[in-house]
């Protein structure tokens, strides 16, 4: 789930104090071009390294940012209709695809290999590129904007993707850790404001 134009600030973090471009202000000041093309360029760029993370990893990584963010949804027992039943979440520009569902008052996490083993499938798939779902969480678009301009695309069992939905709606980011709060937040804007300078043009 996280990706993309989050990269960016993550890069620049990493750089020497005294470089004279270390700051989000310079980052979002620099020229379109090569803000739309760190935009295109990025996915390609982490398609190949993500494909190579175990599954246990993603698992990992995805389970405690989802139970970070739906804390309060899970606890009120709001998760309660995806119990025996499963999600399929495709981020596609990324080719990554996630099988969620809810038990035991948790949220679960099954491979692509357990889920052909007990002979099941999903009962609803949502798929947007990974920009749109960082829009999402950094509240720069709603699920319903994407879904009607066929970016966030849900297919399968209509009520229980309804059900989904709502809760996405309701996704909290500043339930995560101030950082990765931040990230999501500044990738966002980041995103949103170029993609609203080009549109412009």
């Known amino acids: 789930m ?11 973090n990493l750089l020497p104090n005294n470089l004279p ?20 360029l990025i996915p390609k760029v982490l398609r190949p390294s993500l494909r190579l993370l175990p599954f246990s990893a993603q698992k ?13 949804a899970i606890e009120d027992g709001d998760f309660e209709f995806l119990q025996d039943k499963w999600l399929k979440i495709v981020i596609t520009d990324l080719n990554l695809h996630w099988w969620l569902s809810f038990d035991q ?15 099941i499938t999903e009962d609803v798939c949502f798929s947007a590129t990974g920009d749109d779902l960082i829009l999402i969480a950094g509240r720069k678009q709603d699920p319903d904007t994407l879904f009607f301009q066929r970016r966030l695309k849900i297919e399968g069992d209509t009520e229980l993707g ?7 709606d309701a ?25 609203d300078e080009l549109a412009s043009l």
């Open 171 to 195: 996704i909290d980011i500043e339930q995560l850790p101030s950082s990765v709060h931040s990230l999501v937040a500044f990738s966002a804007t980041f995103l949103q404001d170029t993609r």
């Open 105 to 119: 008052n948790q949220l679960v996490m099954a491979s692509i290999g357990e889920l052909l083993a007990n002979n």
């Open 162 to 168: 309804l059900e989904v939905k709502n809760l996405i």
């Open 60 to 72: 990992s990584i995805l389970l405690t940012a989802l139970s970070s963010v739906f804390q309060e």
């Open 21 to 40: 471009f270390n700051n989000k202000q310079t980052i979002a000041r620099l020229p379109l071009t090569l803000r739309s093309h760190m935009i295109e």
């Open 2 to 12: 996280f990706k993309l134009s989050s990269l960016p600030q993550a890069a620049v």
